[in-house]
């Protein structure tokens, strides 16, 4: 064992001087303190982008997406990630030669293992699984900052047990019910005399056409297993209400298709004080439309009247917007105040960037003005002579200018005259 050891470290020293050589992390564009999932993440995003389908016109793709899948396999498993961390490469190489790995294995194979389907993009004649529609709330203030989260919902996955074959052993047998083909002819009599033959899908292997003798027990046979799958979630700055997010092929896996797409719909959520809120912010509790913003704000009737009066809002990323009247300014009951530049960013791709920048809607603040419930009498006393003072000077009767009847008519004095006139 040590001699094995020595050896390996041996191949290890020498594997630095060897040129070209990928180093795996870098290939994925993780750290070597990556987690599992990281990793998986990693593959997900780059093989994707590099699968010569979609890179038809790119010479290098091909062997950029081989590396991807190399990397992956190294780094996917605990065995060989630990032999790649001591030994490097060549510490790689030397375990499958001795039959420990098994080598490398088809990289179109390992994608279609992956996302399911043949792994290739718009095969002819493959089968595509359905798109999944998921819907995610989230907070105003996150629509405004910005925000990187993550969510998880029951993904249906290929067994990694079986590698989606269902078997234990991983042998699939040709059904001999119909010959490997799915479905069979069935003779069914609808008259006496008169027969006919009906092609049905075939009850023994379900119409896939193989059999299995031994089934997995992780999936029980069924070749795919649904798990609680964690999604990365970017959501940008302004980004609008109801907005969608395609990930492509990360729907429902299946051996016997490709996988369609996730389609994310980011809804904002009502606002929590406990959940959302725990730095006090106003602006949680602002009302969105498209670009601009909505607040009320609530004066009392002197503020309002007589003015000097200041608010200070904490927008949504802790900044503070400041509202106010000076002395003899009056607010209307209803008044609507636009204040420019604070409402939501405007969303772009570029973001905040030397190619770009953010700009804002609008903060509109409506004033609404409540009165008191009721005076104590000295204040009552004071109020009603100063209101008769001026009210005798410049007070205007809006009842004498509304050309309303001075005179009151009773319903009931209106009855009594028309008995009187029938009489």
Same mark, same amino acid.
């Given at each position: 064992?040590?001699?094995?050891?020595?050896?390996?470290?041996? =191949?290890?020293?020498?594997?630095? =001087?060897?040129?070209?050589?990928?180093?795996?992390?870098?290939? =994925?564009?993780?750290? %070597?303190?990556?987690?599992?999932?990281?990793?998986?993440?990693?593959?997900?995003?780059?093989? %994707?982008?590099?699968?010569?389908?979609?890179?038809?016109?790119?010479?290098?793709?091909?062997? %950029?997406?081989?590396?991807?899948?190399?990397?992956?396999?190294?780094?996917?498993?605990?065995?060989?990630?630990?032999?790649?961390?001591?030994?490097?490469?060549?510490?790689?190489?030397?375990?499958?030669?001795?039959?420990?790995?098994?080598?490398?294995? #088809?990289?179109? !194979?390992?994608?279609?293992?992956?996302?399911?389907?043949?792994?290739?993009?718009?095969?002819?004649?493959? @089968?595509?699984?359905?798109?999944?529609?998921?819907?995610?709330?989230?907070?105003? @203030? !996150?629509?405004?900052?910005?925000?990187?989260?993550?969510?998880?919902?029951?993904?249906?996955?290929?067994?990694?047990?079986?590698?989606?074959?269902?078997?234990?052993?991983?042998?699939?047998?040709?059904?001999?019910?119909?010959?490997?083909?799915?479905?069979?002819?069935?003779?069914?009599?609808?008259?006496?005399?008169?027969?006919?033959?009906?092609?049905?899908?075939?009850?023994?292997?379900?119409?896939?056409?193989?059999?299995?003798?031994?089934?997995?027990?992780?999936?029980?046979?069924?070749?795919?297993?649904?798990?609680?799958?964690?999604?990365?979630?970017?959501?940008?700055?302004?980004?609008?209400?109801?907005?969608?997010?395609?990930?492509?092929?990360?729907?429902?896996?299946?051996?016997?298709?490709?996988?369609? #797409?996730?389609?994310?719909?980011?809804?904002?959520?009502?606002?929590?004080?406990? $959940?959302?809120?725990?730095?006090?912010?106003?602006?949680?509790?602002? @009302?969105?439309?498209?670009?601009?913003?909505?607040? &009320?704000?609530?004066?009392?009737?002197?503020?309002?009247?007589?003015?000097?009066?200041?608010?200070?809002?904490?927008?949504?990323?802790?900044?503070?917007?400041?509202?106010? &009247?000076?002395?003899?300014?009056?607010?209307?009951?209803?008044?609507?105040?636009?204040?420019?530049?604070?409402?939501?960013?405007?969303?772009? $791709? #570029?973001?905040?960037?030397?190619?770009?920048?953010?700009?804002?809607?609008?903060?509109?603040? $409506?004033?609404?003005?409540?009165?008191?419930?009721?005076?104590?009498?000295?204040?009552?006393?004071?109020?009603?002579?100063?209101?008769?003072?001026?009210?005798? %000077?410049?007070?205007?009767?809006?009842?004498?200018?509304?050309?309303?009847?001075?005179?009151?008519?009773?319903?009931?004095?209106?009855?009594?005259?028309?008995?009187?006139?029938?009489?």
């Amino acid at each position: 064992m040590w001699f094995r050891k020595g050896f390996l470290l041996g =191949l290890f020293t020498l594997a630095q =001087l060897v040129a070209g050589v990928e180093d795996y992390y870098k290939v =994925l564009g993780i750290d %070597k303190h990556a987690t599992d999932k990281q990793i998986k993440s990693a593959y997900r995003q780059l093989s %994707k982008k590099y699968h010569p389908d979609k890179n038809p016109n790119d010479s290098t793709a091909h062997d %950029k997406f081989v590396l991807v899948s190399e990397a992956y396999e190294a780094l996917s498993d605990a065995e060989s990630r630990q032999i790649y961390d001591q030994y490097g490469y060549e510490g790689l190489k030397q375990r499958q030669q001795g039959g420990a790995g098994g080598g490398h294995h #088809d990289p179109f !194979d390992l994608f279609s293992r992956f996302f399911g389907g043949g792994g290739h993009f718009g095969q002819p004649g493959q @089968r595509r699984g359905p798109n999944i529609e998921v819907k995610v709330g989230i907070a105003l @203030r !996150d629509f405004y900052n910005g925000r990187t989260t993550e969510f998880q919902w029951e993904k249906q996955q290929i067994c990694d047990e079986c590698e989606g074959t269902g078997a234990a052993d991983g042998v699939v047998h040709k059904c001999h019910s119909c010959n490997g083909h799915g479905s069979k002819m069935v003779r069914h009599q609808i008259a006496p005399g008169m027969i006919t033959q009906v092609q049905m899908q075939c009850d023994v292997c379900g119409g896939r056409g193989k059999t299995i003798k031994h089934k997995c027990k992780v999936c029980g046979g069924e070749r795919v297993v649904r798990k609680p799958t964690p999604v990365s979630l970017k959501v940008g700055r302004g980004m609008a209400d109801g907005a969608r997010i395609v990930y492509e092929n990360e729907a429902d896996e299946s051996p016997d298709w490709v996988a369609g #797409d996730l389609h994310v719909t980011i809804v904002e959520k009502e606002p929590s004080l406990t $959940e959302d809120n725990p730095d006090k912010v106003d602006g949680v509790f602002f @009302r969105r439309k498209d670009n601009d913003l909505h607040w &009320r704000e609530v004066l009392s009737v002197r503020e309002a009247w007589m003015g000097d009066w200041t608010r200070n809002l904490t927008h949504l990323d802790g900044h503070v917007v400041r509202l106010g &009247r000076k002395r003899g300014e009056v607010v209307q009951p209803g008044h609507v105040e636009t204040v420019v530049g604070e409402g939501m960013p405007i969303f772009h $791709e #570029d973001g905040d960037s030397v190619y770009h920048t953010t700009e804002f809607g609008n903060l509109y603040v $409506e004033y609404v003005v409540v009165l008191p419930d009721q005076m104590e009498s000295g204040m009552e006393k004071d109020l009603w002579a100063v209101f008769q003072k001026w009210r005798v %000077k410049n007070g205007v009767d809006l009842h004498k200018d509304s050309g309303r009847p001075e005179k009151v008519v009773l319903k009931e004095d209106q009855d009594r005259e028309r008995e009187h006139e029938e009489l």
